[in-house]
């Protein structure tokens, strides 16, 4: 069975802020007759118990939104006991959890600690940045539950990282980003375009252009570069891991868009959780096996529209590490990324300098171990100082 990873969805598409820019809470209109979205606990033993029944290399659950938190203490618990009861001697189970931390609470950051969540913690920069957008729904900004959030989760020894959307808010402003995260402590970064379109094909308000994010990218990348080894960029270790050992760790760089399974509330199952739409639903884990969504003709259509890229990505120099970008940035299958012009400028710019590191990593690898491989619980060749499989080694895409 080829390996995958589930990207699930508890509390569906509800949240407890309203952000303008948020492509999700949308969603709420594939379930008309169901006002509060919440995932019932046999749906939960069912999705646990099936999935670690298959076999993987790792069983990686990533817990998303909306706000997954709204499903309180008392669900992931649940969470952990159905994986330690289902879960098989030796089976090696991974938790991403997204979250916008507003309602993270102690005993809930201890939890994740005890069993080794991955935090993703959502904050866009300092507060006239990140309020521009993240706000509840009576129009008050989230910034200071959100560092109240960072503070719970360092108290109690979870890791975590910072996702920061890039908008209109902040998108002219990536100094001031990247120095208020390492200012407040926060190593591990995970910068992701905001690109909506509208009915009419345009992009909404919020919405980056690849000029402005290839020079995001840039100014991000020349910072991170004059402090080696101190902070890790998720999207700058994927770039080194292609480099030196050939593996494509963000589905973004697959030319195939089959490495995981959105799991909604109710147990409906979809490709990507930017494709969670009535035309791409491949089932529902009540009656229908991960064998037979894996076989699915709507999902082996759905990855192979990833490959069906324009003749410009053919020919571009960095069609090996972009791969045609996410399907979500064409505004029609076969077009060219909306962020084409930017990922160019990005690769034109760094790539010298990713090549060069890539070879010193190679060097150092061999140095240290006389192998050019790394263990799982060797440091990960990206420089963040994380074990490999803490880091860039394959798990659950939890953030978005």
């Not at 646990?48 to 909306?66: M, N, R």
Request: proline fraction near 7%; hydrophobic fraction near 35%.
């Amino acid at each position: 069975m080829k390996p995958f990873s589930l990207l699930v969805k508890p509390a569906g598409p509800d949240c407890n802020l309203g952000c303008e820019y948020c492509f999700y809470l949308g969603k709420r209109a594939l379930y008309p007759g169901t006002p509060r979205h919440r995932m019932a606990a046999e749906t939960l033993e069912l999705l646990v118990k099936g999935y670690l029944a298959t076999e993987q290399p790792q069983h990686s659950f990533g817990w998303q939104g909306g706000e997954p938190l709204l499903m309180g203490e008392d669900f992931f618990r649940a969470v952990t006991d159905l994986q330690q009861k289902h879960g098989r001697a030796g089976a090696e189970v991974a938790n991403g959890l997204q979250t916008n931390g507003t309602l993270l609470t102690p005993g809930l950051a201890g939890h994740f600690a005890r069993f080794n969540f991955l935090v993703g913690l959502s904050l866009d920069g300092p507060p006239e940045l990140h309020d521009r957008f993240r706000r509840n729904p009576a129009g008050a900004g989230s910034y200071m539950d959100s560092m109240r959030a960072a503070r719970l989760l360092r108290d109690a020894g979870t890791d975590f990282n910072i996702l920061t959307l890039v908008s209109a808010a902040n998108v002219r402003e990536p100094e001031k980003v990247y120095a208020f995260l390492c200012a407040n402590g926060f190593n591990w970064h995970q910068y992701i375009p905001c690109v909506e379109f509208g009915p009419d094909g345009n992009p909404l308000p919020w919405s980056v252009r690849g000029g402005e994010w290839g020079e995001f990218l840039c100014r991000i990348f020349d910072g991170w570069r004059r402090d080696p080894g101190q902070v890790s960029v998720r999207l700058f270790d994927a770039v080194l891991n292609m480099l030196v050992d050939g593996k494509r760790v963000l589905c973004t760089m697959e030319r195939d868009c089959r490495q995981y399974f959105v799991v909604e509330h109710n147990g409906d199952v979809y490709p990507c959780d930017f494709f969670v739409e009535e035309e791409w639903k491949l089932g529902n884990i009540v009656g229908n096996g991960w064998p037979a969504l894996l076989e699915s003709p709507v999902y082996r259509d759905f990855g192979g529209r990833k490959a069906a890229w324009h003749g410009k990505c053919a020919s571009c120099e960095f069609g090996g590490l972009c791969a045609g970008d996410c399907q979500k940035h064409r505004r029609a299958p076969g077009e060219v990324s909306w962020l084409c012009e930017g990922w160019k400028t990005f690769y034109a710019h760094a790539l010298p300098g990713f090549k060069e590191m890539a070879q010193e990593v190679r060097a150092s690898r061999r140095g240290a171990t006389g192998t050019g491989k790394p263990g799982p619980n060797d440091p990960c060749p990206c420089g963040s100082g994380r074990k490999f499989k803490k880091c860039c080694m394959p798990r659950a895409a939890y953030g978005k």
